[in-house]
């Protein structure tokens, strides 16, 4: 299976790049024009680089690059939390989303979105309380990375139907990103069990890197969690 990977060089893209190479898996790596590339990137057969800005392509140009693709995950963050592009995360679903479709796949392509223990996923999560209810809308201010990661896992919620022909999907929901250099024991839930916004949990991302991969290459972890929003937490 090839997997492509956007934002592929960010703090957990690339723990997702080296994990998926590592399991055999081939892997079309998105990644920005000036970034720098691991040396072992580059003498790797099982990867392809695609420098470009992912905002600023078209669908039928992304289409050519999704050709032979079984797979989608983002890891896309901001570079700056008050720069521009204000919409990264949602604006790159959606043309993903879009490329997926000029593609006509013959099977339908897994897309994983790496998003947030704050965003509320009204299916499965416990009614917000009033203070969370303030917190969010001071993050939707303040904040501008969090409404982004909202709007993005609401269109994959709200436009891509569980049964829809294209594309089946996966929300990952990590809690308080932390880095490691080790995959460490963790846990998957439907929804969080700790207050993302009062009392948060940790996320390391290698290990939401390592879930991530797991959900590519494991077809169990896929059928179980697909068309989910999990939260994961380190252990």
Request: hydrophobic share 35%; with cysteine; glycine share 6%.
């Amino acid at each position: 299976m090839t997997t492509l990977v956007a934002g592929a060089t960010g703090k957990t893209g690339h723990h997702l790049v080296d994990q998926l190479l590592q399991s055999g898996e081939k892997v079309k790596a998105i990644v920005r024009p000036g970034s720098r590339i691991p040396d072992d990137w580059k003498r790797n057969e099982h990867l392809e680089i695609v420098r470009l800005e992912i905002t600023q392509v078209s669908p039928e140009e992304l289409a050519g690059h999704l050709e032979g693709c079984r797979a989608i995950a983002s890891c896309l963050g901001h570079r700056t939390i008050y720069g521009s592009p204000r919409y990264l995360v949602r604006d790159a679903v959606r043309l993903l989303c879009d490329a997926v479709s000029e593609t006509t796949p013959a099977h339908p392509v897994r897309f994983i979105l790496m998003n947030t223990a704050g965003y509320h996923n009204p299916e499965t999560d416990p009614p917000l309380t009033f203070f969370q209810k303030v917190i969010i809308r001071l993050l939707r201010v303040l904040l501008p990375p969090h409404p982004d990661n909202e709007q993005a896992a609401s269109y994959l919620h709200d436009h891509i139907e569980k049964d829809h022909i294209n594309i089946t999907w996966v929300v990952v929901r990590p809690d308080n990103l932390t880095t490691e250099e080790e995959i460490t024991p963790y846990s998957i839930h439907p929804s969080p069990t700790r207050d993302p916004f009062f009392k948060p949990g940790k996320s390391s991302r290698i290990n939401v890197a390592h879930f991530m991969a797991s959900l590519i290459t494991e077809e169990s972890i896929w059928d179980k969690w697909k068309g989910r929003m999990p939260v994961i937490y380190n252990e």
